[in-house]
Antibody
Framework: EVQLVESGGGLVKPGGSLRLSCAASGFTFSSYNMNWVRQAPGKGLEWVSSISSTSSYIYYADSLKGRFTISRDNAKNSLYLQMNSLRAEDTAVYYC??????????WGQGTLVTVSS | QSVLTQPPSVSGAPGQRVTISCTGSSSNIGAGYDVHWYQQLPGTAPKLLIYGNTNRPSGVPDRFSGSKSGTSASLAITGLQAEDEAHYYCQSYDSSLSGSVVFGGGTKLTVL
């Protein structure tokens, strides 16, 4: 059974940093591109970042302006999102999602990041 | 303002048919990129409902169907059931954006 389990969310002050993790199991992690998608409270889905299976290709949403860094460790079946210079507008549930042919066929349960003083 | 435009809400009575539109442009849907649809029940993560414009993953009832034409796509739900009440999102790619992944703003389906 495919499972994606996010962790690392929490309350952080504006300007602070946070590192999210996503533990994958039930599939060959190193064969899939992975993504982070976020959802602000009461809002829609927003794509954040993607990383190819071998980390050769990395993309970010323009709105992030270099503050976030995606990475992965295929030996540990894990996906990460380093978030720096956090702002109130980064408050959201962050989902990791497996990419399959352009769609996201499996999603984690999400981890809530709250940026507030 | 989402790159893909969806109606904020639709509604229908049990047993009826509803459609949800997803309107894009020549740099995304009109450029030939596939459209995918997700269902998000209250308090849960999104779930893939339709992939590659018209395909249903295993386990998705055939009451759900997708179509695409020109710069738009649609999700149709027939035989509406109370359990279909959820938010629905379309997703595609856009050649004018870095990274390119775009979502619609989402549509809340209410079963009357």
């Amino acid at each position: 059974e495919v499972q994606l389990v996010e962790s690392g969310g929490g309350l952080v002050k504006p300007g602070g940093s946070l590192r999210l993790s996503c533990a994958a199991s039930g599939f060959t992690f190193s064969s899939y591109n992975m993504n982070w998608v976020r959802q602000a409270p009461g809002k829609g889905l927003e794509w954040v970042s993607s990383i190819s299976s071998t980390s050769s290709y990395i993309y970010y949403a323009d709105s992030l302006k270099g503050r976030f860094t995606i990475s992965r460790d295929n030996a540990k079946n894990s996906l990460y999102l380093q978030m720096n210079s956090l702002r109130a507008e980064d408050t959201a549930v962050y989902y990791c999602a497996r990419e399959s042919g352009g769609d996201y066929d499996y999603w984690g349960q999400g981890t809530l990041v709250t940026v507030s003083s | 303002q989402s790159v893909l435009t969806q109606p904020p809400s639709v509604s229908g009575a049990p047993g009826q048919r509803v459609t949800i539109s997803c309107t894009g442009s020549s740099s995304n849907i009109g450029a030939g990129y596939d459209v995918h649809w997700y269902q998000q029940l209250p308090g849960t993560a999104p779930k893939l409902l339709i992939y590659g414009n018209t395909n249903r993953p295993s386990g998705v009832p055939d009451r759900f169907s997708g179509s695409k034409s020109g710069t738009s796509a649609s999700l149709a739900i027939t035989g509406l059931q109370a359990e279909d009440e959820a938010h629905y999102y379309c997703q595609s790619y856009d050649s004018s954006l870095s990274g390119s992944v775009v979502f619609g703003g989402g549509t809340k389906l209410t079963v009357l």
